[in-house]
């Protein structure tokens, strides 16, 4: 598979969007997936990304015709 990684942000992941997840795996974001908490902030699968302080590897899929 080929895809380009680009680190954004966690609060410019929507869902759809592709990302390589903290424990390696390749994980397409579902709206349950994001959540919002008072005391974490914007989560990820469970993950807060350090509070927003760590950056989240979204992949773009690159398919040749």
Known sequence: MN???EEVHISTIQAGDTILHT???IRTV???NIRHSSF??????GDSYHLG???????RIITVK
């Open 40 to 45: 974490k902030g914007i989560t990820l699968f």
């Open 30 to 32: 579902g709206n349950v």
């Open 23 to 25: 424990d390696g795996l």
């Open 53 to 59: 302080n760590a950056l989240v590897k979204r992949l």
């Open 3 to 5: 895809y380009e990684v």
